[in-house]
């Protein structure tokens, strides 16, 4: 029973756990802090996941959470220079909060968008943005000059963000 429990917080939290840390990103002032908050809210869902209603929503659910762990920070903080005011948080957590469904919707209709290109220019394209690749390899695996492929490049991100924006005109949510 602990080991089933423990593998849906685990399979919900990494499923969400980007969504989280950027919603929390986005109510403190730097990534050390973030951290600092992303911690304690990992500990939060994992002590209350068995309170966690499997109808619901878990990334709504650890929004909630994080915005009582960033204010219980801000508490911590408050002999620091820079610290925001609780409806300021408020604010800002309703707008992370609205933010985060339409970037999950950007996210979808960009893989869509990505799905649309011929394989060779998306694995180039992917490889680019893969970590600790050197631009020099992809730019001479594409058979292109480093400046020549920094210009298929920005052509390419060009046509998948007017990609994304046409199906988001095209489904009504521009």
Known sequence: ???????????????????IRAHIRRL?????????????VAVVLWRKFSDFSPQASFVSWAFGVAKYEVLAW??????????LA???????????????????????????CLS???????????????PATRIQDVAARSGRTVGGFYQWLHRTKRLLLDC???EMERLGEA
């Open 28 to 40: 403190v002032p730097t990534h050390a802090d973030s951290d600092e908050v992303m911690q304690e």
């Open 74 to 83: 801000r508490r911590r903080q408050a002999r620091s220079r820079v610290v």
């Open 86 to 112: 609780g409806d300021v948080i408020d604010l800002m957590a309703e707008d992370s909060a609205r933010d985060d469904s339409r970037f999950a919707r950007q996210r979808e209709l960009l893989a869509h």
């Open 164 to 166: 994304v924006r046409a």
């Open 116 to 130: 649309r290109l011929e394989h060779d220019k998306r694995e180039l394209l992917l490889a680019a943005y893969a």
């Open 1 to 19: 029973m602990e080991n089933d429990l423990h593998e849906r917080f685990l399979r919900h939290f990494t499923a969400s756990e980007h969504a």
